[in-house]
């Protein structure tokens, strides 16, 4: 038999060559698991029923082999079973006619005419709840059978006079989420992809999982592992575990020592679902023994930190959404424009107050949980630009920083010592402070939306203070987010920046970035343009520099760190003519 299995194993094609030791030892063991409940089965003379589910139905392939399976069923009868009586039958149930009960019924007539032991053997989807696979009892079994039935049931009930399966083998389940062995679009690429949104939905995985199964994907590797932690997993693995074992009860007639045999994975996967053991059966109480006592429990306590990646997630997605249209849908531009007023004036938020928000949209404001009331929090980040950030601290960025939110970080408390602007913000309902509260703003919404509005609020309020120059709007839509405001009479771009201490950018780049943005808004306005671009808040001083063609200023600061102006007689002088034009 080894060499028959062998020869079967030697026939699988696996799609990676270097997995392929690890698949085969797969396969190995599910055929080994199986031919080990024959053995079971054959030797005990008591288990007159007997059913095998698998998650794959044996057919031609070498992969669950129906002739190998026969022959080892066969040649395990020739050398096991009583030579005495009738040998031991396998029968296989297949949906494939479309004639499962019909099947069943041939089966079972084995027994109740001929005394004849019969192995089942079929799928977990094959064999479902409308199939019955109770029967009627034999002679022999009626010797054999124990009565379970409570003394007011009825004598004539047919269920007194039919006998339950013997035994069951639980083979492994391995269809829970949508197995990829081929990578063309096709309806189970689909299933699996929506798959992986319930879960990440259900905040059981976050953002960094789907990548990297939708990396798998992409790279055709069809035995990347499935999500692991989940709820919903364990939660279908167990249903099918459970929902195959009821199978066994449907009459009050039992053997008087039941077997179940189940697959080594079975053992791992299964958990209970509930914490009163008691609504479930003895069958599956039984096989719970055999899990470690530790683990046998689902959690039913989400991860925090994989709810704080998915909502921050799912920010970093609505932001793109709304700022790759801003220049050509007024709907959206309008609603961007909303939401960074709204996380200006909630930079923590109740329960109810973002409900209320939520109600219309949920777009952007995907804010974090938070249950302690902190005002600041820091987490690890890869790229901002990618989205990449990680509350648990586990993923690997190439380029790993630390991020921190917090009032401080984003310059709210410095700015607020402008004579004014505390009070210009509290007349407009915009936040002059963090306060403790049932939620916090997530690193996406802080970074793309608040620090963002925060500096063009509060610039255009100091720069009108100290130059006495009315700030405007842009008015086309084609020319949204390429600068802030506009001194329309001089055509000139004012763009600010709430940089923090450690911004770091080569300043070659960054002109070039305005300079690009100076053509579109020229080539949107059919006329010339200049631009300046000022930070808000500066550390060490820097004079005023223009570019040499004269169309570019740039600003180190207009407050320092003690919101005093930044800006000498000379700064204001260089920047009153570029304003006027000289």
């Known amino acids: 038999m080894d060499s028959e299995l062998q020869k079967t194993l030697n026939g699988i094609k696996c799609s990676n060559i270097k997995n392929r030791e690890k698949e085969i030892q797969y396969f190995r063991t599910r055929y080994l698991s199986l031919f080990e409940s024959f053995v079971y089965f054959i030797l005990d003379k008591n288990l007159t029923s007997f059913l095998g589910l698998q998650s794959k139905l044996a057919d031609e392939s070498d992969e669950m082999s129906k002739v190998l399976i026969e022959k080892v069923f066969n040649g395990l009868c020739n050398e096991l079973a009583d030579k005495h009586e009738s040998l031991p039958q396998l029968c296989f149930i297949s949906t494939q006619n ?11 007539e084995l027994l109740e005419k001929k005394d004849i032991r019969v192995y089942l053997l079929s799928a977990y989807a094959s064999i479902g709840v409308g199939q019955n696979l109770q029967h009627k009892m034999s002679e022999k079994e009626k010797a054999l059978a124990f009565n379970i039935a409570m003394p007011e049931v009825q004598r004539n009930d047919e269920r007194m006079n039919q006998i339950d399966l013997g035994g069951m083998y639980l083979g492994d389940v391995t269809n829970i989420m ?16 929506t798959g992986l949104e319930y879960l990440q939905d259900a905040n059981e995985i976050g953002p960094f999982e789907v990548k990297r199964q939708m990396k798998a994907i992409q790279n055709r590797s069809p035995y990347c592992s499935h999500p692991k932690h989940t709820k919903s997993i364990p939660v279908s693995y167990t249903r099918a575990i459970i929902q195959a074992l009821g199978r066994m009860n449907r009459t009050f007639n039992k053997v008087r020592r039941p077997l179940i045999l189940a ?19 003895p069958e599956f109480n039984s096989l719970m023994k055999k899990v470690d006592s530790e683990n046998n429990i689902l959690q039913q306590d989400y991860d925090t930190n994989v709810v704080k990646n998915n909502l921050t997630a799912y920010s970093y997605r609505d932001v793109n959404q709304l700022v790759h ?9 309008e609603e961007y424009q909303k939401i960074r007023k709204l996380v200006l004036k909630y930079p923590t938020i109740s329960n ?17 949980p938070n249950s302690d009331r902190s005002i600041s929090y820091c987490v690890d980040c890869g790229s901002i630009n990618r989205g990449e950030i990680d509350f648990s601290s586990t993923i690997d960025f190439k380029e790993k920083t630390s991020l921190c939110v917090s009032e401080q970080e984003s310059g709210l408390d ?11 913000f509290d007349s407009n309902g915009y936040a002059t402070e963090w306060v403790p509260n049932e939620n ?39 020319n949204n987010e390429l600068f802030d405001y506009k001194i329309e009479n001089n055509n000139v771009a004012i763009d600010f920046k709430n940089w923090n201490p450690s911004h770091l950018e080569d300043r070659k780049n960054a002109l070039l970035k305005v300079q690009k943005k100076l053509n579109i808004l020229e080539n949107n306005e059919n006329k010339k343009w ?4 000022i930070n808000i808040i500066g550390e060490n001083y820097s004079p005023v520099t223009i570019t040499n063609d004269g169309k570019i200023m740039e600003v180190s600061a207009l407050v320092d760190f003690n919101c005093q102006n930044s800006l000498t007689s000379e700064d204001k002088k260089l920047i009153g003519e570029f304003l006027i034009g000289n």
């Not at 410095?414 to 210009?424: D, E, R």
């Not at 200049?530 to 671009?533: K, L, T």
């Open 98 to 108: 479309g004639q499962v009960q019909e099947m069943l019924n041939q089966a079972l």
């Open 178 to 193: 949508t197995n990829l062995t081929d990578f063309k679009l096709s309806s189970d690429i689909l299933k699996f992809v």
């Open 352 to 368: 109810d107050d973002l409900k209320l928000l939520q109600s219309t949209s949920k777009r952007c404001l995907q804010y974090l």
């Open 263 to 281: 697959h080594s994975n079975v053992i791992k996967n299964i958990k209970y679902i509930h914490k009163d053991k008691m609504l479930f059966s």
């Open 325 to 333: 249209r801003l220049s050509s849908d007024e709907k959206f531009a």
């Open 530 to 533: 200049r631009a300046i671009i």
């Open 414 to 424: 410095i700015l607020m010592n402008y004579k004014g602007l505390k009070q210009f």
């Open 440 to 478: 916090i703003l997530n690193p996406i919404q802080y970074i793309n939306l608040y620090r963002g509005i925060l500096g063009e609020i509060a610039g255009k309020y100091i720069f009108e203070d100290v130059f006495g120059n009315q700030l405007r709007n842009f008015e086309k839509l084609g």
